[in-house]
């Protein structure tokens, strides 16, 4: 098939993309970006089993409602900490100042409370008793913070319970191939990463300081 | 039907969203929060016709891509400068300084920019030739900027023709009923808006400040 997706920032991408995010999808001469959008077109062009986008009304409607509130919550503030831990340090060539890494991991902690409270509640999964896309967007935002060395699971015994069961419904040597890059971002340094990229990250954290 | 929707933080609506989030919705004992979760929801529970969530695979990617694109430019930076400019002075009981508004303004246009150049390029409606969520969700957005004063329509005629057909498509009485509100927001007073709604707003508006 001629579907391709994206997920580095190449000049054949840039083509796809003019937005310039990852990942980007192509398929024939169809492009799309924003990797909900993408997930959503893949489940049904390839008409992955019901569960992960489930055709019962309320079951949609948990996922779909999740899928809205992740973005300015689990998203926005698990990159932030990841950006702020990992990235803010590389820039500036000075150590993180401790307050500033307090107060960003009490708001993303602040969004994990609502995520326990609100989305999964006692149940095994944001839907009910399967797992749906809302769970695997959800794991891979959190394992951003966790790459960054911070171990939101340790101390939330129901969250590392459901971890365990999106980890085993994904297949879990899958999903350690799909997060070895995050899971080594610590030893990221500067050299590594490309200059315009640098000069994107640099003019987002200046942005969130201002 | 026993379907609600709320739009104001009552007693009542505190026990449908524990978030106190608006809007919400409440069909017998299911309730959902999230705006663009109740719109798919009530589209689909309705069945309204096909050109508001496109059954095409393509045309629905489309959709997909704005609404989710949407939260963190459009609607971020849009409440951004409806929050900076009039709630900011309300809270503050100072004139706002013109430099912070030029920076939240600047903001704004930028996303501005990319809606025109990526979501409605040439085409009368993001989706194609038919109106469409991404569209009203789009607008609904816009409207809060103008509410604030900031007539961002004025000089994008492309923008300015794309708001004059979705108000077609939605009929203009409707959406001018649906905005009284906003567009009343200019003369909003202290004293008008409830005070655990203003300690919201006080802390929202700290925080990105900070």
Chains 1, 2 share one sequence.
Do not use: C
């Amino acid at each position: 098939s001629g579907l391709q997706i994206f997920a580095d920032r190449t000049e054949e991408f840039r083509k796809v993309n003019i937005l310039m995010k990852v990942p980007a999808l192509k398929d024939g001469s169809f492009t799309l970006a924003e990797s909900i959008a993408i997930l959503l077109y893949l489940a049904r062009k390839f008409k992955t089993p019901d569960h992960w986008y489930p055709s019962d009304l309320q079951k949609r409607a948990r996922v779909d409602e999740y899928l809205s509130w992740q973005h300015v919550n689990i998203r926005g503030k698990g990159s932030k900490l990841f950006l702020t831990k990992v990235l803010l340090p590389l820039l500036t060539g000075q150590p993180l100042p401790p307050e500033k890494l307090e107060s960003v991991t009490e708001e993303l902690n602040i969004v994990l409370n609502q995520f326990e409270e609100k989305f999964l509640q006692d149940k095994p999964f944001i839907a009910g008793s399967e797992v749906s896309l809302a769970d695997l967007v959800a794991l891979v935002e959190l394992m951003q913070p966790v790459g960054a060395g911070y171990d939101l699971f340790e101390e939330r015994p129901k969250l590392a319970e459901w971890r365990r069961q999106v980890e085993e419904a994904v297949g879990k040597q899958l999903f350690q191939e799909a997060h070895e890059g995050i899971l080594n971002a610590k030893s990221l340094t500067a050299d590594k990463i490309a200059p315009e990229l640098l000069e994107h990250f640099k003019h987002q954290l200046l942005k969130q300081a201002s």
